[in-house]
């Protein structure tokens, strides 16, 4: 399927490399106030270990283009690709202008969505890196956190935690599974469409591209009364009570893209995404219809100053099977994969892979605020959520400015 993408985004790209050219990652005061009040942190730089400031630099994808450019598949090429074609990845989109995710009808079946696996980049925890292997070791400055058991979050999940929920996506290797949380939005407030989760879970890092067929299932088993093989509807109100949506755009870090991958290296501490999402059925907005969404602190403190973090998700790997919510919480530690390099969050965590991209979040003022998302983990005592700092701020801020 080679000409598929290539015909319909030619232009799209070349219009994308030239607004680049002249984009910043300064944010202007403008963006400022668009994005919302955010706590400011106090938290001081370590002058051996980076706290979780990132570098900056502008991430590419989600930038509003000039009318006309074709953004998605159509015509020929959209049948083809509905009728099969989205399953040959021989021609992989790599580049972050290359995203298109066209909806097919019915395509997430029970046995689709029971097959689907779960997959986390792996982590070590304690061993001195550069960062600069394959492999995710870390030394860890504030020490090794506690294995703690997740626990089951308590149903109705749209009473106890409304902005979750579960993302399907299709990859090489076939269904897949991650978690994610609607978001606000500052170009509609009060009106959201869109949703927080892991750069690993929309694409496959360096040598990779864009998974297919990704869809957000928000409070997905809402009453936590079935199992994966139970599920004979997947568009039954006990199921998909805000129905399924459809992400027609994804945003993640350059750095993810250039540099990430599922054996965990120090790209995860870019490892995140938003998305921009449709109903299958027009209506309203998916904030409207959920009546909730997490505002993004970006900056929070660093992990070393946290004392009551929560972690959300739907773990799919053994014990777990992927159909129930589960979180962890307390304090973190910081989870160092390079110098330079931004710390994650970490925390004592059972939850394995199926919870990738699920939301971290704690309280300010009242008030509760995402903060990161799930990354990587050992799939046994901890996981970890990059800090959200300038380039997070970025990829959120492109996703809104794409839909204004």
Request: with cysteine; proline share 6%.
């Given at each position: 399927?080679?000409?598929?993408r290539?015909?319909?985004?030619?232009?799209?790209?070349?219009?994308?490399?030239?607004?680049?050219?002249?984009?910043?990652?300064?944010?202007?005061?403008?963006?400022?106030?668009?994005?919302?009040?955010?706590?400011?942190?106090?938290?001081?730089?370590?002058?051996?270990?980076?706290?979780?400031?990132?570098?900056?630099?502008?991430s590419?994808g989600?930038?509003k283009?000039?009318?006309?450019i074709?953004?998605?598949?159509?015509?020929?090429?959209?049948?083809?690709?509905?009728?099969?074609?989205?399953?040959?990845?021989?021609?992989?989109?790599?580049?972050?202008?290359?995203?298109?995710?066209?909806?097919?009808?019915?395509?997430?079946?029970?046995?689709?969505?029971?097959?689907?696996?779960?997959?986390?980049?792996?982590?070590?925890?304690g061993?001195?890196?550069?960062?600069?292997?394959?492999?995710?070791?870390?030394?860890?400055?504030d020490?090794?956190?506690?294995?703690?058991?997740?626990?089951?979050?308590?149903?109705?999940?749209?009473?106890?935690a409304?902005?979750?929920?579960?993302?399907?996506?299709?990859?090489?290797?076939?269904?897949?599974?991650?978690?994610?949380?609607?978001?606000?939005?500052?170009?509609?407030?009060?009106?959201?469409?869109?949703?927080?989760?892991?750069?690993?879970?929309?694409?496959?890092?360096?040598?990779?591209?864009?998974y297919?067929?990704?869809?957000?299932?928000?409070?997905?088993?809402?009453?936590?009364?079935?199992?994966?093989?139970?599920?004979?509807?997947?568009?039954?109100k006990?199921?998909?009570?805000?129905?399924?949506w459809?992400?027609?755009?994804?945003?993640?870090?350059s750095?993810?893209?250039?540099?990430?991958?599922?054996?965990?290296?120090?790209?995860?501490?870019?490892?995140?995404?938003?998305?921009?999402?449709?109903p299958?059925?027009g209506?309203?907005?998916l904030?409207?219809?959920?009546?909730?969404?997490?505002?993004?602190?970006?900056?929070?403190?660093?992990?070393?100053?946290?004392?009551?973090?929560?972690?959300?998700?739907?773990?799919?790997?053994a014990?777990?099977?992927g159909?129930?919510?589960?979180?962890?919480?307390g304090?973190?530690?910081?989870?160092?994969?390079?110098?330079?390099?931004?710390?994650?969050?970490?925390?004592?965590?059972?939850?394995?892979?199926?919870?990738?991209?699920?939301?971290?979040?704690?309280?300010?003022?009242?008030?509760?605020?995402?903060?990161?998302?799930?990354?990587?983990?050992?799939?046994?005592?901890?996981?970890?959520?990059?800090?959200?700092?300038?380039?997070?701020?970025?990829?959120?801020?492109?996703?809104?400015?794409?839909?204004?």
């Open positions: 399927m080679p000409s598929i290539s015909r319909s985004l030619a232009a799209a790209a070349a219009v994308i490399a030239a607004i680049m050219v002249t984009t910043t990652a300064c944010d202007s005061k403008k963006d400022d106030d668009a994005a919302g009040s955010q706590p400011t942190s106090s938290a001081q730089a370590d002058k051996n270990v980076d706290t979780g400031d990132d570098d900056g630099s502008t590419l989600g930038y283009l000039p009318a006309g074709p953004t998605d598949l159509s015509g020929d090429a959209l049948d083809k690709w509905k009728n099969g074609g989205w399953k040959d990845f021989g021609d992989w989109a790599s580049k972050a202008e290359d995203f298109a995710n066209p909806y097919i009808k019915d395509f997430w079946t029970p046995e689709r969505m029971a097959q689907a696996k779960a997959s986390i980049p792996v982590a070590q925890a061993s001195t890196s550069s960062g600069s292997g394959s492999s995710a070791t870390s030394y860890l400055p020490g090794k956190v506690k294995r703690k058991a997740a626990t089951k979050v308590k149903a109705t999940y749209h009473h106890y409304p902005p979750v929920g579960k993302l399907f996506f299709t990859s090489p290797q076939g269904s897949m599974v991650c978690s994610a949380a609607v978001v606000t939005d500052p170009a509609h407030p009060g009106k959201s469409n869109m949703v927080w989760t892991a750069g690993h879970c929309v694409h496959a890092g360096k040598g990779g591209g864009w297919r067929n990704i869809a957000f299932v928000p409070s997905f088993n809402n009453g936590a009364k079935l199992s994966n093989r139970q599920i004979t509807d997947p568009r039954a006990s199921v998909s009570p805000y129905g399924i459809w992400a027609n755009w994804a945003t993640t870090s750095q993810w893209i250039a540099g990430g991958g599922h054996q965990g290296n120090a790209a995860a501490g870019y490892d995140y995404a938003v998305l921009h999402v449709k299958e059925n209506g309203k907005s904030q409207e219809r959920l009546g909730s969404a997490l505002p993004v602190w970006f900056n929070a403190p660093a992990a070393n100053k946290v004392k009551n973090m929560k972690v959300r998700g739907y773990p799919a790997e014990p777990y099977d159909s129930k919510m589960y979180d962890c919480r304090a973190t530690k910081r989870f160092v994969l390079a110098r330079n390099v931004p710390a994650q969050f970490m925390i004592g965590c059972t939850m394995n892979g199926g919870a990738s991209g699920g939301p971290w979040f704690m309280s300010h003022n009242g008030r509760t605020y995402l903060v990161s998302n799930n990354s990587l983990s050992d799939r046994k005592s901890f996981i970890t959520g990059p800090r959200l700092g300038k380039n997070a701020k970025q990829v959120y801020l492109a996703t809104s400015r794409k839909f204004k």
